[in-house]
């Protein structure tokens, strides 16, 4: 059965069909639009730096650490002892015997009047 035996054996309708195809296909297959491309990749982009900025940032303000996060009470507590011991909320000192400002530096005397 060839293709001309099909379309007498179908009708005319399959000839208006098949004579307007083309015209379908057209306004079926979209093209890509590549202008929008570019603008998308520039914003990626710059979500990407940002985040690896931030990542950088928090990196080497935590003395090259990774960043903690899920902290508790006892933590925090623990990271401004260390702060007030070394300086640095990631350092630790093996000195078994804290320095001499270690007594007067605390943040308690900045709530509360000392007493003299």
């Known amino acids: 059965?060839?293709?001309?035996?099909?379309?007498?054996?179908?009708?005319?309708?399959?000839?208006?069909?098949?004579?307007?195809?083309?015209?379908?296909?057209?306004?079926?297959?979209?093209?890509?639009?590549?202008e929008a491309l570019i603008p998308f990749g520039i914003i990626a982009g710059m979500f990407a730096v940002t985040g690896t900025g931030m990542t950088v940032i928090r990196y080497y303000s935590n003395d090259r650490k990774p960043t903690r996060f899920g902290l508790d009470n006892w933590e925090k507590q623990m990271m401004e002892r260390d702060r007030r011991l070394t300086g640095s909320v990631r350092g630790q000192s093996t000195n078994p015997i804290a320095p001499p400002e270690f007594a007067t530096n605390s943040v308690w005397y900045l709530e509360k009047p000392r007493a003299a």
Request: a positive charge; charged letters at 5%.
């Open 1 to 34: 059965m060839n293709l001309k035996s099909s379309l007498v054996w179908m009708g005319q309708n399959c000839c208006v069909f098949l004579t307007h195809l083309p015209t379908l296909l057209n306004r079926a297959a979209m093209p890509v639009p590549f």
